[in-house]
């Protein structure tokens, strides 16, 4: 039983490590594409500043919502794991 458990825990938190990595890699891309749709449009219409700012800003802060509900996941997926409290033991015993 122990045994299982650490390694169930082994294979939760590099699943966490995984899915934290793949989704600030996926996450820096769409800002910058979406960064960089923004300056170009300011630099073609100087005059559509704001309102390409304000839409640009919210369109940011949905893209790093994802990133942070991958990071509630991965930390669900450490602390919350059904055999915890058997992994915590076999960790403390040392």
Same mark, same amino acid.
């Given at each position: 039983? *122990?045994? *299982? ?11 966490? %490590?995984?899915? $934290?990595? @793949?989704?600030?890699? %996926?996450?820096? @891309?769409?800002? %910058? ?13 100087? *005059? #559509? #500043? ?13 893209? *790093? ?10 930390? $669900?997926? @450490?602390?919350? #794991? ?13």
């Amino acid at each position: 039983m *122990e045994a *299982e458990a650490l390694k169930f825990f082994v294979a939760c938190v590099t699943a966490a %490590g995984f899915g $934290i990595a @793949i989704a600030a890699f %996926g996450c820096g @891309i769409g800002q %910058g594409l979406g960064l960089k749709a923004a300056v170009e449009g300011i630099a073609r219409n100087p *005059e #559509s #500043s704001g309102k390409v700012t304000v839409t640009m800003l919210i369109g940011l802060a949905m893209i *790093e919502s994802l990133c942070i509900y991958a990071l509630v996941v991965a930390l $669900i997926l @450490i602390y919350a #794991s059904p055999m915890a409290v058997t992994v915590t033991e076999l960790l403390t015993k040392q």
